[in-house]
């Protein structure tokens, strides 16, 4: 298995604060990728890496921010925690592009009250 | 952009066989492809096919048709375990992003 490691693996907050999320990789991929996953929508991607400090947006980026100083890590925030954030969120890396297989952590249970 | 379709939700009976199909419109395509996600777990890779045909991989074989936009995954000899969600999943023409389907929820009955 991929050494993938995602914190914390649940979280409760309340709406207006800030979150983050870490995911980190033991594997010296190039990409990571944070997706959330809701009822009805699938995977959607958030943002993703191809590199320290290279960054770009995917699908659903408004309302979260990344950052990646290093390799190994790959954080998401989220500036003002909305409801519509709750969610289950996945961090996956891939050796290059998304042409080469994706592997996922364990997820993030994300309740914004 | 790109829109992806697969059924909800298949039942299907322990030793049988089951296709799941995927179909795609895309403004570039690459490759799609399949993964596996248990109840409450990660995804996990099947396969993933680039060019027209079919590629088996033990009890899972996997099909694609680029000027269809169209896929399958086909599972035999149904076990209980293979009760979980499969994503279909296509990569834009830039190769730097995955969009996943909705998934399909297979439930393998006794």
């Known amino acids: 298995d991929a050494g993938i490691t995602q914190s914390p693996r649940h979280k409760v907050t309340e709406t207006g604060t800030p979150v983050t999320l870490r995911c980190h990789q033991t594997e010296n991929h190039r990409y990571m990728y944070w997706y959330r996953q809701d009822p009805g929508h699938g995977l959607r991607l958030i943002h993703y890496?191809?590199?320290?400090?290279?960054?770009d947006k995917g699908e659903v980026s408004d309302g979260y921010s990344v950052s990646r100083s290093k390799t190994e890590d790959f954080l998401l925030t989220l500036e003002s925690a909305t409801s519509s954030q709750t969610s289950v969120y996945f961090c996956?890396?891939?050796?290059?592009?998304?042409?080469?297989?994706?592997?996922f952590g364990p997820g993030t249970r994300l309740l914004v009250l | 952009g790109q829109n992806i379709d697969q059924p909800t939700e298949m039942t299907a009976t322990e030793g049988a066989i089951v296709q799941i199909n995927c179909t795609y419109q895309t403004s570039g395509f690459n490759g799609l492809f399949w993964y596996q996600q248990h109840a409450g777990e990660a995804p996990t890779f099947l396969s993933y096919n680039v060019l027209d045909g079919l590629e088996e991989k033990g009890r899972f074989s996997s099909f694609l048709s680029r000027s269809k936009g169209y896929s399958y995954l086909l599972l035999k000899e149904l076990q209980m375990k293979d009760s979980a969600s499969y994503l279909c999943?296509?990569?834009?023409?830039?190769?730097?992003?995955?969009?996943f389907g909705g998934g399909t929820r297979l439930m393998v009955k006794p």
């Open positions: 996956a890396i891939s050796e290059s592009n998304s042409q080469e297989t994706q592997y």
């Open positions: 890496s191809y590199g320290v400090k290279d960054t």
């Open positions: 999943a296509v990569t834009d023409g830039a190769g730097n992003m995955l969009t």
